[in-house]
């Protein structure tokens, strides 16, 4: 990120300031840049096998192509959703990270899909973690936090599970956390200074949800014994609530006022509490917050073996509540 930033500024590879965007300087993207490639000349470094990793590491690389582009060129919201579905066909049918279970959500026997219907499932799972975290890249340190915090809570989890599973899962998430933890310094201004901050841009978003998608299926839907559970199926959503909720409130409210989708506009969750005078840190620290609360709850539902229907239900009024205060907030400004 040092050398990168002096070189993306150069290129022009910045984001500027606009009405939508309220940074003062033109900020490099190089957060997503760097990540990929200290993470992968690093991962080269250690005596493990890559096989189980050819599909990810060539999605992700395809994310970091077209988000670069993205980033530089302004790529079309249809030719990025088209890339995107292509990498979640392949990661599902060719890698098999697939969602099979649901969880016990009905309190008489486990919700089990299969076939084309937990492909279909499953790839919208994909596209759609990655747009939520690419749709919350607009505070500094917040996608990165958030991403941070979901991978560590994996971790966590993984070694409260019997260890039955490979060791290159571990070290894979270790290495990626650790890739991404400078990352978080450079995003905030005022650790590093407003002349060496850096931005994540689509590129970086995008991997922080493919990555964090990735091993949410794969450690919730790997066959396992009850007492081998790593992550229960029904607490993965808990560990990705900030994206989530955002996501899905931001899309409710515009299609409830027939505005675009898809198009950019300061009406996240991050905006609206920064519109109603807060400061960006005091937002970082309040949405930070939330994630480690709704993150604990995914730990301890697992850990604890709650309930599926608990976790699975418990989601919705969660989310309502999170519509309402943000909305009512919102109208307040």
């Known amino acids: 990120m040092f050398y990168l ?87 599902a049918v060719g890698g098999g990270t697939q969602v099979v279970d649901i969880g016990n959500i009905l309190n008489d026997q486990t919700v089990e899909i299969g076939g084309a219907i937990s492909i279909i499932f499953s790839v919208v799972a994909i596209v759609g973690l990655i747009n939520a975290f690419n749709l919350l890249d607009g505070l500094d340190g917040l996608t990165g936090l958030v991403a941070g915090l979901s991978l560590g809570s994996v971790l966590i989890l993984y070694f409260f599970a019997s260890h039955s599973y490979v060791a290159e899962d571990v070290i894979f998430v270790f290495l990626f956390l650790f890739c991404l933890a400078p990352f978080i310094a450079f995003n905030l201004e005022w650790v590093v200074g407003r002349s060496r901050q850096v931005f994540l841009g689509d590129a970086g978003s995008m991997l922080l949800g493919l990555v964090s998608v990735y091993f949410l299926i794969e450690w919730s839907q790997r066959p396992h014994s009850p007492e081998d559970v790593i992550l229960s199926a029904t607490a993965a959503p808990w560990l990705v609530a900030i994206p989530l909720m955002d996501m899905a409130r931001v899309m409710v409210t515009r299609a409830y006022s027939r505005k675009p989708l898809w198009k950019a506009r300061r009406d996240h969750v991050h905006h609206v509490l920064l519109d109603f005078g807060l400061k960006k840190h005091t937002v970082l620290c309040i949405l930070g917050l939330i994630q480690i609360v709704c993150c604990l709850v995914g730990i301890m539902g697992t850990i604890s073996r709650l309930p599926d229907s608990l976790l699975f239900w418990g989601m919705f009024p969660t989310f309502l509540i999170f519509f309402i205060v943000i909305n009512a907030i919102n109208g307040k400004k």
Do not use: T
């Not at 080269?44 to 530089?72: C, E, K, N, T, W």
């Open 5 to 91: 930033a002096p070189a993306a500024q150069k290129a022009g590879l910045v984001d500027e300031p606009s009405s939508r965007k309220l940074h003062e300087n033109a900020v490099p993207l190089v957060g997503g840049l760097s990540i990929f490639i200290a993470f992968s000349l690093s991962l080269l470094l250690f005596d493990i096998s890559l096989q189980g990793y050819r599909i990810l590491m060539f999605s992700a690389g395809i994310i970091m192509v077209v988000g670069v582009l993205d980033d530089y060129l302004d790529v079309p919201a249809l030719a990025k959703l088209f890339v995107q579905l292509i990498i979640a066909i392949a990661l």
